[in-house]
């Protein structure tokens, strides 16, 4: 006999105010739902070209020992890190993906009533932590499908924001700004305010995306994950790079025993192994080229990326986009779509294979049939 929910008594105030959040239903979910599997995943921007050989075996000879925590600390992975990037390990924490670290964050810095700026339609996910920690989110429209610093920065000094949430590259447009105009803005940053840069994406941007770590700068926390380019988000592996003062609050937040040593050393053999991703690199700008092509053969505007997706026009209004989206589901196809509009008059497809590609190319022009029929 199934029951209806209600409130639990136990809950905090704050958390009986919270509506049930799921930020992003995930294709598991909607397998179940449709009742067959998708025929290809293209949705959830994961590396559908896997991790490096190497991390695959050293996740494998872990295995063995599973029954041990993982180190509390990271120490191999961040002072590999830490060489990777030439700064000290004391600069880096290790947790579980940005996700995990984004929690952290506002866990350490917002409380009821402060305030937060970002992006209308950004990265739904830090809205969700400012959100259970009783902050009050404010957020300024993309400029040209780009996150804007100027007006980040300006609805941060108008309403005394403490935080201003920025991705750089971003999702879910895929653009992204050079490393002088994120420099700028971090120089022209409120007074009080941290700058969470989330540099999920980085990996797989221009040269010249992201600017030079510099750990004694208060005013920015740099995420970066081995969910993207590395092909590991579902081992939860990410890091954050920062002022060692804030980098050291972590531990009085932080699930010390967060990370599996599974996960520890698969990160560690896949940031060994540049080989491979300057293969992933190629692969997926080979298939961001393919849909880029297929936009252009459907009549649309693909919107150029710097990340493992391409954001595609659909020409209309969400409405429209949203129907291309439910047909494409329809034909296995999984893919997602910007929440906010204008962005919302775009589909997000992520990078794939070469047949996910074929599939791509065939069903898009059912959807966008079927779309012009409703």
Known sequence: MSQTPKTSPHLTPLAASL???????????????????????LGANESVFGPSPKAIKAMKAAAGDVWKYGDPESHDLRHALAAKHDVPAENIVVGSGIDGLLDSIVRLTITAGDHVVTSAGAYPTFN???????GTIHTVPYTADHEDPDRLIAKAREVGAKLIYLSNPDNPMGTCHDAQTIQLMIQNLPEGCLLVLDEAYVELAPDGTGPAFNIFDARVIRTRTFSKAYGMAGARVGYAVGHVDFITAFNRVRNHFGMSRISQAGALAALADDAYIDDIRSQIGTSREALYQIAEDNGLRAIPSATNFVAIDCGQDGDFARAVLTNLTAQGIFVRMPFVAPQDRCIRISCGTAPDMVLVAEALPKALEAAQKL
């Open 128 to 134: 969700y932590h400012v959100t259970g920690y009783g």
């Open 19 to 41: 509506p049930a959040t799921v930020p992003f239903v995930g294709p598991e979910a909607q397998e179940r739902a449709n009742g067959q599997p998708f025929k290809a995943r």
